[in-house]
């Protein structure tokens, strides 16, 4: 009986074994795109804090992938003033998961008044967020 018990034992745990080798990971599954511990794509959330981290924020939503500045005021330009909503719509790293929106605003007689954002700008800015998170995904699988 205990013989028997034994052996049933051992062929569960060959069993079982059997069943781990059957598909590998390889090495850099560990660095997936979708390795985070927020609820949005870890990579583009830690870029885009780093790319706004110049600016005023407002609010910082790492589950809903939410991040707001406050007015910015560039010293170069002091007429001048802007505020940005990145969101972050994945848990993938692909360049529809984020989206920017800015507002601008210009002084005139001594009051803010609304004006246009270059779609470059908002672009540009898209840009270099995705860069910064693709950077942080090859350093991630290159440890």
């Known amino acids: 009986m205990r013989i028997k018990g034994m052996v049933l034992v051992l062929a ?77 719509l994945d848990r993938d790293l692909r360049a529809d998961a984020l989206r920017v929106a800015a507002s601008r605003e210009v002084a005139q007689s001594g009051q803010w008044v609304a004006a246009p954002v270059k779609a470059a700008t908002v672009q540009k800015l898209e840009g270099i967020i995705l860069t910064k998170a693709r950077d942080l995904r090859r350093s991630a699988i290159a440890d």
């Open 12 to 88: 569960s745990g060959a069993m079982m074994l059997s069943a781990c080798g059957k598909k590998e990971r390889p090495a850099t599954d560990l660095a997936a795109s979708q390795v985070t511990t927020i609820g949005v794509n870890s990579y583009l959330w830690r870029a885009s804090l780093d790319a706004l981290s110049f600016m005023p924020l407002v609010q910082t939503d790492s589950a809903g992938g939410v991040i707001v500045t406050d007015w910015y005021v560039n010293p170069n330009s002091p007429n001048e003033r802007m505020k940005l909503t990145v969101s972050i």
